[in-house]
């Protein structure tokens, strides 16, 4: 089973300020099969990143994901407010497919 | 737009069988598509369950394999999971989503149910 790690577990930053988020994975995960997903409180999970770094539909270009391999980023370029929440990377490469432990984006 | 809209009893017995559906709407299921199942005990992160595709072929979670089953009706253009002996560690907020394709590179979820919480307690 591949583990997910993200860091920082929690970032807290203001409206406008650039966030980078990391995921770690257990070993090399090929073709890039990586996504990342936005989830609020009480809410689905959203999909933001697939292939390491294509948008998905209707996703802004603020966000962009990048990496390869073992190492991942989702980056937000400027902060919305509606951008405060929780984000979660997950492999699809081998199965079980797993997912990070998530980093929270909270309001400094 | 496709929906997924979980629905089943949000309240389950310990070592009884949890049981929930998902009917799926704006899109035949019999079309394609690999639909899945993943869970999110209260204030933690996300597990993946298991998938089926509208053939019926299905994989699982090592984890959970033993006491999963998910199964596909086409004629309802739904698709259901049942988790057998389940504990208080089952609780969670169980969502229904779709892999948007068949192929290895379309394992990731493009559409979510709302999810529900199943609560495990006598």
């Known amino acids: 089973e591949i583990v997910l790690t993200q860091s920082p577990g929690t970032l807290s930053l203001s409206p406008g300020e650039r966030a980078t988020l990391s995921c770690r994975a257990s070993?090399?995960?090929?073709?890039?099969?990586l996504a990342w997903y936005q989830q609020k409180p009480g809410q689905a999970p959203r999909l933001l990143i697939y292939?390491?770094?294509s948008r998905a539909t209707g996703i802004p270009d603020r966000f962009s994901g990048s990496g390869s391999g073992t190492d991942f980023t989702l980056t937000v370029s400027r902060l919305e407010p509606e951008d405060f929440a929780v984000y979660y990377c997950?492999?699809?490469?081998?199965?079980?497919?797993?997912f990070g432990p998530g980093t929270k984006v909270d309001i400094k | 737009q496709v929906q997924l809209h979980e629905s089943g009893p949000g309240l389950v017995k310990p070592s009884e069988t949890l049981s929930l559906t998902c009917p799926v709407s704006?899109?035949?299921?019999?079309?394609?598509?690999?639909w899945g199942w993943i869970r999110q005990p209260p204030g933690k992160g996300l597990e993946w369950i298991g998938s089926?595709?509208?053939?019926?072929?299905?994989y699982y979670n090592p984890s959970l394999n033993s006491r999963v089953t998910i199964s596909i009706d086409t004629s309802k253009n739904q698709f259901s999971l049942k988790l057998r002996s389940v504990t208080a560690a089952d609780t969670a907020v169980y969502f229904c989503?779709?892999?948007?394709?068949?192929?290895?590179?379309?394992?990731?979820?493009?559409?979510w149910g709302p999810g529900t919480l199943v609560t495990v307690s006598s």
């Open positions: 989503a779709r892999h948007p394709g068949n192929g290895p590179g379309d394992y990731y979820f493009d559409h």
């Open positions: 704006a899109y035949s299921i019999n079309t394609g598509y690999y």
């Open positions: 089926i595709y509208h053939s019926g072929n299905t």
């Open positions: 070993q090399s995960v090929s073709s890039t099969y």
């Open positions: 292939g390491a770094s």
């Open positions: 997950q492999q699809y490469d081998t199965s079980p497919f797993t």
